[in-house]
């Protein structure tokens, strides 16, 4: 039987989601879960696939993998999170047709990006924002892989504003490496207004203008979803749901008394005598 499951992780403490010798990733950790449970033999004869892979330091909460498995009452979350560590986990399963591919089968993809405002005048990123949906050649808004066309087609990007926050939801067919991050500078410098949207354009443009952009930090990125329509019927498990919110709860502690103790070793200004 060929299962798949929904799996979310703090990325903070990878190298990333994709196995590679030497170094913790998410999709290793996984591995050896699965493996321990004797739920797979081994990740080539079980097919293994995920929808994507992440950059170290990224986050997720709807990544999705899938597997063959012939003791698939063991493939649930609650059993294969007994062996994972407490920022990776599955949260919802189902069981998919033989030749299921998380990667080829998705119809869109979502991410969030999370960061300061920093001033920036929403309207305008709004405005880029909508240059930006459709389908454009992104060669200017990623790391080239040689042979790979660089055209995605973008279906949605919302902007909002939450608190001093932004909050960035990108919507598409699919992602080239670091396009996400760079389209999150190139939003942040036109509404800082360092740059305008005729600039903009250009960057759409990558046959006449070419400009490198660095990429936004990781640690704000997040894969919130993969899309399936109708094809995939997912049942989420409600125990692991609620274990997973009391281990997020736990580290929005750790981080919001560790946000504090950092505001201590800022220089104070003296107060006037």
Partial sequence: MRVALKI????????????????????????????????????????????????????????????????????????????LPGDIWAWSRAEVDSDFHPRRYARNRTYRYITPSMGADISKIRAACSILEGSHDF?????????????????????????????????????????????????????????????LENMLDPASYEEGIKPAK?????????????????????YSMRRSRERIEDYLVYHQVLAEVMDQFLPKEKKAE
């Avoid at 879960?33 to 990740?43: G, R, T, Y």
């Avoid at 995605?152 to 939801?169: P, Y």
């Avoid at 990781?218 to 409600?238: A, C, E, K, M, R």
């Fill in 139 to 199: 060669a200017n808004f990623c790391f080239r892989d040689n042979g790979r066309s660089t055209i995605r087609r973008i279906e949605k990007i919302d902007v909002r504003l939450a608190g001093n926050l932004l909050r960035i939801d990108i919507t598409a067919n699919s992602f080239l490496w670091k396009m996400i991050r760079k389209i999150v500078t190139v939003l942040l410098l036109v509404g800082s207004g360092a740059r305008d949207l005729e600039w």
């Fill in 218 to 238: 990781p640690y704000g990125l997040i894969l919130t979803d993969v899309n399936y329509g109708d094809s995939v019927q997912w049942f989420d498990d409600g």
């Fill in 8 to 83: 979310a992780y703090i990325g903070s403490s990878y190298r990333g989601s994709q196995v590679q010798p030497g170094v913790s990733t998410v999709e290793g950790k996984l591995l050896e879960a699965l493996q321990s449970l004797e739920i797979i033999e081994d990740p080539s004869s079980a097919r293994f696939v995920s929808a994507g892979r992440t950059d170290t330091g990224v986050h997720a909460m709807g990544q999705v993998v899938a597997f063959d498995t012939d003791k698939p009452k063991l493939a649930i979350p609650r059993v294969i999170n007994s062996k």
